[in-house]
């Protein structure tokens, strides 16, 4: 039995609302981590009462961001294919993936309130697929099999760390920040360290 046309706006708008909030506190406390409740709802585009009705304090805003940048990775994951083509293909387009979460990552990167959650304490399963990319690539040539999974997954991430900070830092445009993540880490993973 499907449910009445009301329920189902209001639970869509609901959606919707809670991801406008959530999108409006990733651009405002990656400006300024100390921005109050008040600027992410005038960001969002809604008022206060609102936006303490989906988050009644700062510390539940700020496990659901966890949540819902957990959320955004998995789906940047999921767009890089990790089962086609050769693992250092597949690591590329990852790289390129996590690339335009930036605002986002830095975010989680620069706020330990937005990490705390249990789930940021643990491999997720973007985490442990990410170890079997390099693994696969071990096995496939086109990763050096002496590069620990771990390492090369910890070398990806403070690449892009690196490429994010590059354009904000130094004003370099993003495709080639970019361009410059990628090069490195096709380098760093190559076989041989060619």
């Known amino acids: 039995m499907s449910q009445p046309r009301s329920v189902v706006d209001e639970s869509g708008s609901r959606a919707r609302t809670r991801r406008a909030i959530l999108d409006a506190a990733i651009a405002v406390l990656s400006r300024d981590q100390s921005a109050s409740l008040a600027e992410i709802a005038v960001e969002a585009s809604v008022?206060?009462?609102?936006l303490h009705r989906y988050?009644?304090?700062?510390?539940?805003?700020?496990a659901a961001l966890g949540s819902h940048i957990l959320d955004r990775v998995a789906g940047a994951t999921d767009q890089a294919r990790l089962t086609s083509g050769t693992a250092i293909e597949a690591m590329e387009r990852v790289c390129r993936e996590y690339f335009e979460l930036g605002?986002?990552?830095?975010?989680?990167?620069?706020?330990?309130?937005?990490?705390?959650?249990?789930?940021?304490?643990?491999?997720?399963?973007?985490?442990?697929a990410l170890l079997d990319l390099v693994k696969r690539g071990h096995a496939d040539g086109?990763?050096?099999?002496?590069?620990?999974?771990?390492?090369?997954?910890e070398t990806l991430w403070c690449l892009l760390?690196?490429?994010w900070q590059h354009t904000t830092e130094n004003g370099v445009a993003r495709y080639d920040a970019l361009d410059l993540c990628v090069r490195t880490?096709?380098?760093?993973?190559?076989?041989g360290g060619r």
């Open 55 to 62: 988050f009644p304090e700062r510390s539940d805003l700020m």
């Open 161 to 163: 760390y690196a490429a």
């Open 185 to 191: 880490l096709r380098k760093a993973l190559a076989p």
């Open 47 to 50: 008022g206060r009462t609102t």
């Open 103 to 128: 605002e986002t990552l830095l975010l989680a990167f620069n706020d330990p309130q937005v990490t705390a959650g249990q789930q940021w304490q643990q491999d997720t399963e973007c985490d442990l």
């Open 142 to 153: 086109t990763i050096d099999p002496a590069m620990d999974p771990r390492w090369a997954r």
